[in-house]
């Protein structure tokens, strides 16, 4: 009896975190394809302009292009490590800029090649101080979010695992959005090489889900097993 119960307990129990894992990969599932339908609904929406963005929901703004106009912050520029283009190895360039409004964007340019060694800085795409108007993918998760951990400070070399640390260092305010970089009024500044929307996908979690339902069914399955063969057992003696 004492078999039979402590059998019956492990089986539900491993049906009930086969059954968990199922629903929690399925809800990354339906985020997912919902997160997706949203970037392809919004990238094709209509030309966003700042004046717009504080009347707007997130889910309104995000993966939507937007026009700013002001001045790039040369002096303020974060090298991103661990960015590809092509497989080869670079940097991301974050770059602030300041709107004629006087709020400030950190604004992603794309990528650039690293240097001959880890000493030697990337050579980055030369930018100005001088007015332009630019257009810009906008992201709505914090960049210091995105990229904490990964980035050093230019030309000083001081990292920082947060830009909101950075921000406080330089004692400026960003706003709680970014943007990519895809055009520019003064096209010395249009990134030779922008960073791309990604390639949508809806991964494999729904895969996943029906994989822990499987597991499920089997451990159901040799239980059933077990509780046979023991009948058997039992009538036998």
Not at 152 to 160: E, L, Q, R
Request: hydrophobic letters at 40%; proline letters at 5%.
């Amino acid at each position: 009896m004492k078999r039979f119960l402590g059998l019956t307990a492990l089986a539900v129990i491993l049906i009930a975190i086969c059954l968990q894992a199922a629903s929690w990969q399925y809800d990354r599932h339906i985020k997912r394809s919902s997160y997706n339908s949203l970037i392809e609904a919004n990238l094709d929406r209509p030309l966003l302009q700042e004046t717009q963005l504080a009347s707007l929901s997130v889910e309104d703004i995000s993966w939507r292009e937007l026009q700013l106009t002001g001045y790039f912050q040369p002096e303020k520029e974060i090298l991103v490590r661990n960015r590809y283009n092509n497989g080869e190895y670079g940097f991301g360039v974050v770059t602030l800029f300041r709107s004629n409004t006087g709020k400030n964007y950190w604004i992603d340019r794309g990528w650039a090649k690293a240097g001959p060694d880890a000493k030697t800085p990337p050579k980055t795409q030369p930018i100005a101080d001088r007015q332009v108007t630019i257009l810009g993918r906008v992201h709505t998760d914090r960049i210091d979010r995105q990229i904490g951990g990964t980035l050093f400070a230019v030309p000083n070399g001081s990292g920082s695992s947060e830009l909101k640390q950075w921000d406080n260092q330089e004692q400026i305010k960003t706003e709680p959005i970014h943007l990519d970089l895809i055009d520019a009024s003064d096209k010395a500044f249009v990134p030779l090489n922008p960073t791309l929307v990604p390639v949508l996908s809806d991964g494999p979690h729904l895969a996943y889900t029906f994989q822990w339902i499987i597991f499920s069914l089997l451990v159901i399955f040799g239980y059933g097993l077990v509780i046979r063969e023991d009948l058997k057992e039992r009538r036998s003696g």
